[in-house]
């Protein structure tokens, strides 16, 4: 045994979940070089070393009691990096016996923690770099034998003395926006049938909260995604066929072309079982980034399942398998929540199997818009796909544009209407043989979109006599005639009217409160008779953001149950009225909806009053229909998978006039239909297939 006469600083980690530190692991990257979101909190661990020798003591027991660890950080502002007096914390330490870094980042105890919060950092500057020094001194009476080993620093990002960059630094990172939409599961043949938990998909954000590098804004849909026996592609998803999969994808993927503004992410959520004896049980594409998930019956295993889904909807693969890692984070991982470390061993719930736990190096560094270079000699490499900075910074004017063609060459527009989108949109094939051209009143071409069709069909990929598209492209100012062409033959047009539609709404008045149903009317006019079909969108904040709760409604009423949706006082209504080429919206004033069933349940089965929706999303301040929370299906029916894949019938309507009283039956959960083709036709379909995540899109090799 040899007593401690030198204490000194062995080690800085900064940190917001997981860091590269130390050259053990393999990483081929520096200590501290992930990028730190500059917008959130900054833990900093430092790991004491000395001269002292216990051989017959733990690792972690502490040799010396009372020692003081003082940090002192400086963020740079506007490039003035070290111009203000560092800000700095102390704590007491005690100090473990050992002295190996690697083995001191899996506990609590192996080091000094401080939290520098991100108001501290220069949060209102965006700071681009940070500077972080440690300092450790004895307890009173200690005489360390050498003190100019007691401090040392380090700096996150910038640049050295001569110039050269230093890896790391902080970046504002866009928060990443995804909304979760509840699945009612009841195809006819499937074994388990019915709805997700509510209580538990409502709270299933909270390891992408803990692990992403970027805030989550986690809501959920004022609507619900019917999944059942009227649609004929809607199989059960135990069925060894890829159908159940591109069913409820493209099923998704139409869905959120109706939100406004559109989310980052589309999350479905199906009921425990839904699988069957099926090990997939998940899937996610990039291309729209929407993720489908059976919940699972242990919540963390539900959490882990909704983090790796939402990571494939940003391009990232399977960190082992597709990229080459381990399956392990290798590195040490750190819960600024709990203020606890994660050892290292933890399975990355972006790996393709095994139990899954926290995020790696690799997918932190693709979500911050780097690459992947892997431990112990991993071949692979790659850029994730972040679908927020590819956004248009604005809305722009867009047309969904949908229609079927045949092998014969025949081809139809089904349906056109005038939205508006920061996309992202879909790409042009150069030499794709249909195309999507956009003219102006003297025919010259504003704008052309080329594809090609598939021609197989949806639920089993066979080749199919008829296919289908469906596209939101950009508006150009000007366009006043959309044509579909084949190899320069137009097929089909429509053209815009002289007039546009009008639409005023008669119901709510501004300040009205609903308790129990939401009332809404409108009245559309069109000078030239054209028919009108009507998309109504509800906000709860103010006009902030929109969830669809009807699409393509041909009547000019609608009954809402409230309890439906995310109450408030700032709650508005959209109305958008369609003649077929152009579009007319108007927003309804303020009013309030107050559920009258204002209890909440908690952990028996209502929401947790204290759990937040998100970052910012606000309280889900209403009790959930019993008939959602405990199992049982209520008749009435939302968005309609059967209206939204192609080549299956649209059920009729739900939503009746407001000119009498409406059937209980009809007064249900919001009415959410695509629009459907008059009977008798083919309904529209996707240009080319089903969309495709990075790598194809194939069943979840572990979820």
Known sequence: MKPITDLSIAAIEVTQAIQCLGPSTGYPASDNSLILNADRDVAVRVYVGHDGKYPNVGPLSPVLKGAKVTVRWVAEHHGMFGAFLPEEMST???????????????????????????????????????????????????????PSNDSTSVQIGGKDQTGAPIPGGMEPIEPLRIIGLPIHYHPKQAATKGWPEWKTIAKADGLIQKTYPMDVEYQMAAAFLEYGENCKCCKPIQWDSASWSNALIVALSYAMEHFDPKPDVLFGWLPKGANGNSVVWGLGTNSPPVAWLVQQSDDHRTAAGMAHETGHTQGIEHTDNDLGCSMTIVEGGFDLATKTPVPANTYDYMGSGGPAGWISP??????????????????????????????????????????????????????????????????????????????????????????????????????????????????????????????????????????????????????????????????????????????????????????????????????????????????????????????????????????????????????DASHEMGARAGRLDHPIPAEIRDGPTPSGADLNAGDLIPDTRALAPRAGRLDGELPEAERRAPVLRATAADEGQPQPGPAAGPPRRAGGLRPDERI
């Open 92 to 146: 007491t330490f005690d100090v473990p016996r050992s002295t190996d870094v690697a083995e001191l980042r899996g506990d609590a105890d192996g080091s000094a923690i401080f939290t520098i919060p991100a108001a501290k950092l220069g949060k209102p500057y965006r700071s681009k770099s940070l500077w972080v020094e440690a300092e450790v001194t004895g307890p009173p009476g200690f005489t360390d034998a050498d």
């Open 362 to 607: 690799c997918m932190w560094s693709l979500l911050t818009g780097g690459s992947c270079a892997c431990p112990k000699g991993g071949s692979s490499s790659s850029t994730g796909s972040f679908w927020p900075k590819k956004l248009s910074r604005q809305p722009l004017a867009t047309m969904l544009i949908s229609g079927t063609l045949d092998q014969e060459g025949r081809g139809l527009i089904t349906g056109v209407q005038q939205t508006s989108s920061r996309g992202p949109f879909p790409h042009s094939v150069e030499t794709g043989s249909y195309s999507i051209t956009l003219t102006d009143t003297e025919g010259r071409a504003l704008s052309t979109h080329r594809f090609d069709p598939a021609f197989r069909t949806l639920c089993d990929g066979e080749p199919a006599e008829e296919d289908g598209f469906f596209f939101q492209i950009p508006l150009p100012d000007g366009a006043r005639r959309v044509a579909l062409l084949r190899e320069g033959e137009v097929l089909d047009e429509r053209r815009a009217h002289e007039q546009r539609p009008t639409v005023t709404f008669v119901t709510p008045d501004e300040g009205e409160v609903f308790t129990s149903e939401l009332a809404i009317a409108w009245r559309g006019e069109h000078a030239e008779d054209a028919e009108l079909d009507y998309t109504v969108l509800y906000s709860p904040d103010g006009g902030e953001s929109w969830n669809p709760i009807a699409i393509g409604l041909q009547d000019s009423g609608l009954h809402v149950d409230v309890r439906w949706l995310q109450g408030g006082d700032q709650c508005m209504l959209r109305i958008i009225a369609s003649d077929g080429f152009s579009s007319t919206s108007t927003e309804s004033p303020t009013f309030t909806v107050a559920p009258a069933e204002s209890g909440r349940e908690g952990a028996e089965g209502g929401t």
